[in-house]
């Protein structure tokens, strides 16, 4: 039976993870799929998950009363979605979407969090890496925020 | 082919062919010589002094093909007096054009590579005629690759043909808009991010960068991070 190692070695998340790290990694992990439409979770439910999407596009909304909900970024292959299971308490602070039929990597927050405990090593390479991310994802949200394209 | 404009400094009078609607606010306006001559030679990335009698001049980009100099486009939005004016005028109007003025796109000196073309809002507008271009010669160039940032769908210049050009087998073309509501089925976000999703030789690509000047610095640092360097990145300076 073929195991989701490989898969998870390549991608650009994870790779060049120590191979001791990875297996542990594995050993929270699930293949998932979502349709287009899908909901794969919502702002305010407990993060119990973080995604290593495979294939698809999945929108990340807010709701706001007055125009329904917003997209505030697209997430597609090659990339992660949410980072809520790492810092407490652990809850969504979006919805997010599949706006295409979207097959993903789930790992287990639980799971995940308690290995990172048992071995710090691991714990600080997850956090590096997502630190790279959120970093990136905080620089393009103050170029959205400075509204580049619009007349000033 | 003889052309219309034999003295940069004084303007010619041209009539309004088309007005075509791109957005809330810009606007294509296709012109054509009142006097019946029969070509504007420009190069991509030019730009002309347009003049409405009797409010003002103002720099736009052309936004047209170059193969085609019989048609003068130009795209621009209704940000100042001037372009206010152009915007009031209607098919059958006059204006004065003098140019063409400004530097143009290194076209030729990305024979053989690969292109990877990043325009934000009405930046758009002066990387059309570098697409043509391409198109038109295109087993000239390696991968094209357009990646088109604006801030909603509906600010999108181009619409019907940034769809025929997605079609295009031998074209990738990624558009990303800063927010959208639920019905935008594409990219959400910054147009850096679409960097890192494309394939290209770095070693051997040419990149062309038109937009805000924010978005082209943040442009040109991710390029850089995926390998290209920065001798081969053309700022130009005649956005809009």
């Known amino acids: 039976m073929q195991t989701l190692e490989p898969y998870l070695a390549e991608h650009p998340f994870l790779k060049g993870l120590d191979p001791r790290h990875l297996n542990i990694i594995v050993g929270c992990a699930s293949n998932v799929s979502f349709d287009a439409e899908q909901y794969i979770l919502h702002e305010g439910e407990e993060a119990a998950n973080f995604f290593i999407i495979h294939h698809g596009k999945v929108a990340l909304e807010i709701f706001t009363s007055d125009r329904g909900p917003i997209t505030i970024q697209t997430i597609g292959e090659g990339e992660v979605l949410g980072w809520s299971w790492l810092i407490p308490p652990y809850h969504w602070h979006y919805d997010a979407r599949a706006i295409e039929p979207t097959s993903a990597i789930a790992l287990d927050a639980k799971c995940l969090r308690a290995k990172c405990e048992e071995d710090h090593d691991l714990g600080y390479e997850l956090l590096k890496r997502f630190a790279h991310v959120i970093t990136q994802r905080l620089e393009a949200t103050r170029l959205q925020l400075l509204d580049v394209y619009g007349v000033h | ?240």
């Open chain 2, 1 to 240: 082919m003889k052309s219309i404009i034999t003295e940069p400094m004084i303007p010619k009078p041209f009539r309004i062919h088309r007005k075509l609607k791109e957005t809330h606010d810009t606007y294509t306006i296709e012109l054509e010589s009142t006097n019946g001559a029969d070509g504007f030679p420009f190069s991509a990335g030019q730009f002309n002094m347009l003049y409405v009698f009797g409010v003002g001049e103002v720099p736009i980009s052309i936004s047209g093909d170059p193969s085609m100099p019989k048609m003068l486009r130009h795209t621009t939005r209704s940000v100042g007096t001037v372009t206010k004016a152009i915007l009031k005028l209607r098919s059958g109007d006059v204006l004065g054009v003098r140019g063409p003025f400004g530097s143009h796109w290194p076209v030729n000196e990305a024979v053989g590579n690969d292109v990877v073309i990043v325009a934000g809002g009405i930046g758009l507008a002066p990387m059309r005629p570098v697409l043509y271009s391409f198109i038109s010669h295109r087993d000239k160039y390696g991968k094209i690759i357009l990646l088109y940032g604006a801030r909603t769908p509906e600010d999108l210049l181009y619409k019907k043909e940034l769809e025929q050009w997605r079609g295009r087998f031998d074209l990738e073309v990624k558009v990303i808009v800063d927010s959208a509501t639920g019905s935008w089925r594409g990219n959400v976000g910054v147009v850096t991010t679409l960097i890192p999703r494309i394939q290209f030789d770095p070693l051997h690509t040419v990149a062309m960068i038109c937009g805000p000047e924010v978005m082209m610095r943040y442009t040109l640092k991710e390029l850089q991070n995926c390998g290209v360097k920065k001798k081969t990145s053309m700022f130009p300076w005649n956005v809009i």
